[in-house]
């Protein structure tokens, strides 16, 4: 009998890839199955059709986001299988905030959650005492040139999202306009003042660019108010300067809610020629003990709540899990729909072309209402 190996695809980033790696070996000396992983940037991991990829691959490393246009297209399998229940159960009742049901769809199971993630604080422990705790202490810190904000797209969309949802006026995921238009318009409009505030190189940083200028021995920045956690920051000797992270600053009046959901999902091709074994691996990777096991420890930021409450997991990572774990649970999930990734990229093109023109809040938000009517 031939020896079965599956391929899979994830991004290019130690947090994304080498957690896979290590991970993979384990389960070929367990079950002889091996598993290859290739990479992408995160810039092509966002946007590249998932259809394509699954041509290509048996395993796949997915954004929530992509499901509405994943079950449209029929080019996964769903992982809710009949013989799986229990394992089904523990993996749900394992989750951080709303990561896995962010993989569900037509009533089915697209992806587990192995990375879990929303925007949060990050912030620089060696100069700053403790992290924000509101909005209007990141302005401060801001007129003072201490922050960075990444504004790449489709950052701007996701801090458009999280002002507006923290604020108490969550953007809709169902047909109609996006937002109230006043309510919008206000959220816009404290955009402007941050971006007028941040160096404008932000427009083109992602979280990346960011975290690497702010553990820069030389960095005069000290907090990213609103910007998705990388675990990686937090480990001693990962780059020369830790960073630490926290939950959001508060622009509303109910706490660290409303942060737009990120994170990533495994999921299984549809053409996979291996799709037992393949299922077989995104259940075994997705569970409890080997996310805060292996999982963690080589250097991955794991969607089991095992790994986020575990004490080893916490004391390596800076409290990381701990101390962004209010915003994970209170974070908002982006609309899913077929036609939403396009959208994503639209609605952000249009927030920065608005942030840097000078353009109306009323404006740039009938349009955002529009694109996103339109998207359906």
């Not at 941040?198 to 021995?217: K, L, Q, R, Y």
């Not at 959001?248 to 037992?276: E, Q």
């Amino acid at each position: 009998m031939s020896k079965v190996t599956l391929k899979g695809m994830t991004w290019s980033h130690p947090r994304g890839y080498d957690p896979m790696v290590a991970c993979s070996e384990l389960f070929e000396a367990e079950t002889g199955i091996a598993v290859h992983w290739e990479k992408r940037s995160l810039q092509d991991f966002e946007t590249y059709p998932v259809e394509g990829l699954a041509r290509a691959y048996d395993l796949i490393v997915i954004d929530h986001p992509h499901v509405g246009q994943i079950t449209h297209e029929k080019c996964l399998l769903p992982l809710d299988v009949t013989d799986r229940a229990d394992e089904q159960k523990a993996l749900a009742a394992g989750s951080v905030g709303a990561s896995y049901p962010s993989y569900n769809a037509e009533g089915r199971q697209w992806g587990f959650p192995v990375d879990a993630a929303t925007q949060v604080q990050a912030y620089r422990p060696d100069r700053l005492a403790k992290p924000a705790a509101t909005w209007a202490e990141v302005v401060s810190l801001a007129r003072e040139g201490r922050v960075l904000l990444p504004l790449r797209p489709p950052h701007t969309l996701m801090t458009f999202y999280t002002l507006s949802a923290n604020r108490g006026h969550p953007c809709r995921v169902d047909p109609g306009q996006l937002i109230e238009p006043a309510a919008g318009a206000e959220t816009f409009e404290m955009m402007r003042e941050i971006a007028s505030l941040v160096d404008p190189a932000c427009f083109d940083m992602d979280p990346i660019a960011i975290f690497e200028e702010m553990s820069s021995p030389d960095s005069r920045i000290d907090c990213a108010p609103l910007i998705y956690g990388y675990v990686s920051y937090s480990i001693s000797g990962f780059r020369d300067r830790l960073l630490q992270f926290a939950d959001i600053p508060v622009a509303g009046s109910r706490g660290p809610i409303g942060s737009a959901l990120g994170g990533t999902g495994i999921a299984v091709s549809a053409f996979s020629k291996s799709p037992k074994e393949a299922i077989d691996f995104a259940y075994w990777i997705a569970s409890g003990p080997i996310q805060r096991g292996l999982y963690a420890s080589a250097g991955g930021q794991p969607g089991h709540s095992d790994a986020w409450e575990d004490d080893t997991v916490n004391q390596h990572a800076s409290e990381f899990y701990r101390a962004t774990r209010a915003t994970l649970d209170g974070a908002w999930v982006r609309p899913r729909h077929n036609g939403y990734m396009a959208f994503q990229q639209q609605a952000s093109d249009r927030i920065n072309a608005g942030l840097q023109e000078g353009e109306a809040a009323r404006q740039v938000v009938a349009d955002l209402n529009k694109m996103f009517a339109n998207s359906f």
